[in-house]
């Protein structure tokens, strides 16, 4: 069955957060590369990112992202994948996020609106209905293979799996998941 709607994860599939995360590090007053360090630790042992805070002992700050923050194949991507399927963004994000990509796709959601977070099946079962396709007409693309990619088939759902961010380049998709280096190389990968 074809794919008719196409819904992307955020953070390091569509927004490179390197600079996220150095203001964050300089809002808690800890440099940047102890901040990275932690979080790639905790990337290779599968933790939860937001550990980071914890274990540096400080109070989290909001991630905030900006327009300059996108791949540089994130927007042409989206403009050429709105020409020919429904397009949404969503994940584990604030809602401001969501004003962010609300102008450059169909539909959006964060965790924060929704109350719930991937890998949940409650988060892809919102989802689908707000794609307002069957999952089986859903692909979803994203870094994390335990938050995007086995969620996602287990949902039913097309998994894309792309290689960049921490996540990416540590954790190997499950076989079933379609794989890409690029956004670029998104299109002709979608069956």
Not at 50 to 64: F, G
Request: with cysteine.
């Amino acid at each position: 069955m074809a794919v008719e709607v196409v819904v992307f994860d955020i953070g390091e599939t569509l927004i490179d957060e390197t600079h996220a995360w150095e203001l964050a590090a300089e809002t808690v007053g800890k440099p940047a590369f102890t901040v990275m360090g932690v979080l790639g630790g905790l990337a290779a042992r599968g933790e939860h990112h937001t550990r980071v805070w914890e274990i540096l002992d400080v109070p989290p700050p909001r991630a905030q992202f900006a327009v300059g923050d996108f791949y540089d194949d994130a927007l042409p991507c989206l403009k050429r994948l709105r020409e020919s399927y429904r397009v949404g963004a969503v994940g584990n994000t604030g809602v401001e996020t969501e004003a962010l990509l609300a102008p450059l796709v169909d539909f959006v959601g964060s965790s924060m609106r929704w109350g719930i977070e991937k890998p949940s099946p409650a988060f892809f079962e919102r989802l689908a209905a707000e794609a307002g396709a069957p999952p089986e007409k859903i692909a979803y693309v994203g870094d994390r293979v335990d938050n995007d990619i086995v969620p996602v088939l287990e949902a039913g759902m097309v998994a894309v799996h792309i290689r960049r961010g921490p996540w990416g380049h540590l954790h190997a998709p499950p076989d079933a998941a379609i794989r890409i280096r690029s956004l670029d190389e998104l299109p002709a990968a979608l069956p």
